[in-house]
């Protein structure tokens, strides 16, 4: 559930403040809008494009914070750590790959190359994470809306939701007050 963003009741399962806070250190804003758009929702349709949960997502974000704390990327969070939760992770980041010449997209073996020469700076990632949007979006939402773990999850966002709205209206101080009495 994420808290405090002035996101809408759009927010969707499997995000959670830990995962808004991964990526903030890593230098990206999560979510860019009211309804939650943005290289968090991205990662989520990309975790979820591939059977993943709200575990995998926190893992993906945590490759995702190591690339941004190294500033370049690495084979081992990209393959390894990223690609394990979206084994599509390596192609993506290829087609939306930005060359010296002002080209968009290269090969995986020349993403591999310059990667493994440490030519391969962190804004290949956010890249990445803009290209999953293209290639996912949405999708998260879809598997929400059938899955056990969405709809319990949305059923939490819900109580936080209403938990969020009363506490602004100060109804929940007069039902502290009342059970205080008891």
Known sequence: VVTGTGTDENVLAGFTG?????????????????SGNGP?????????AFGGNSDNLTRAAVAIQQMAGKGVVSLEELRQQLGEHVPTAINIMAEQFKNADGTVG????????????????????????????????????????????????GIVN?????????????????????????
Do not use: C, W
């Open 18 to 34: 830990d995962n808004e806070t991964k990526l903030k250190t890593a230098g990206i804003e999560p979510i860019m809008d009211a």
């Open 40 to 48: 968090l929702r991205n990662l989520m349709d990309a975790v979820a």
């Open 106 to 153: 290269t090969t995986v073996a020349n993403l591999v190359y310059q990667v493994g020469r440490g030519n391969v700076t962190f804004k290949a990632a956010e890249d990445m994470l803009r290209g999953f949007g293209e290639h996912y979006g949405g999708l998260g939402e879809k598997i929400k809306q059938i899955s056990l773990e969405g709809a319990f999850q």
């Open 158 to 182: 819900e109580i936080s939701k209403l938990a969020l709205a009363l506490d602004r209206l100060g109804i929940l101080d007069l039902i502290t007050a009342a059970l205080q009495l008891f």
